[in-house]
C-alpha cells in the first residue's frame, strides 16, 4: 500500500522539487524547439519558462508514478533518471493538459 504521507513529504521537499524543475526545463526547451508543438505543450513550456507553473503540482504527479512511488514508500532514493522519464514522457501530457485548464 502507498504511503501518502512519503509520498506528500518528498513532493514538498525543496531539493525533490528542484529535480523535477530542471526536467520539466530540459522538457520545455525540447518544446519551443518543434517546429509546431502542440499548443497545450507550447503553453506550459512558456508557463515553465517564465515560472508560472505549479511545481508542488508536478512533484506530486512524479510521486504518483509506480515506480518513484515504491522507492519512497521504500526509504530508498529516487534517481534522476526516473524523475527525467516521468517528466519528460511518461505525464508531459497530462501535465500540459492540466496546466492549460487553468
Same mark, same amino acid.
Given at each position: 500500500?502507498?504511503?501518502?504521507?512519503?509520498?506528500?513529504?518528498?513532493?514538498?521537499?525543496?531539493?525533490?522539487?528542484?529535480?523535477?524543475?530542471?526536467? @520539466?526545463?530540459?522538457? $520545455?526547451?525540447? =518544446?519551443?524547439?518543434?517546429? %509546431?508543438? #502542440? /499548443?497545450?505543450?507550447? +503553453?506550459?513550456?512558456?508557463?515553465?519558462?517564465?515560472?508560472?507553473?505549479? @511545481?508542488?503540482?508536478? $512533484?506530486?504527479? =512524479?510521486?504518483?508514478?509506480? %515506480?518513484? #512511488? /515504491?522507492?519512497?514508500? +521504500?526509504?530508498?532514493?529516487?534517481?534522476?533518471?526516473?524523475?527525467?522519464?516521468?517528466?519528460?514522457?511518461?505525464?508531459?501530457?497530462?501535465?500540459?493538459?492540466?496546466?492549460?485548464?487553468?
Amino acid at each position: 500500500m502507498a504511503d501518502s504521507l512519503k509520498r506528500i513529504t518528498w513532493a514538498k521537499d525543496k531539493q525533490n522539487q528542484d529535480r523535477v524543475d530542471y526536467y @520539466l526545463f530540459l522538457k $520545455a526547451l525540447a =518544446v519551443m524547439a518543434l517546429e %509546431t508543438p #502542440g /499548443a497545450d505543450d507550447l +503553453a506550459f513550456a512558456k508557463m515553465i519558462y517564465v515560472g508560472s507553473h505549479n @511545481l508542488l503540482a508536478c $512533484a506530486k504527479v =512524479v510521486v504518483s508514478n509506480t %515506480t518513484i #512511488g /515504491a522507492k519512497i514508500d +521504500a526509504g530508498t532514493a529516487v534517481p534522476d533518471s526516473d524523475i527525467e522519464y516521468v517528466v519528460m514522457t511518461e505525464q508531459w501530457t497530462a501535465l500540459a493538459g492540466a496546466a492549460a485548464q487553468e
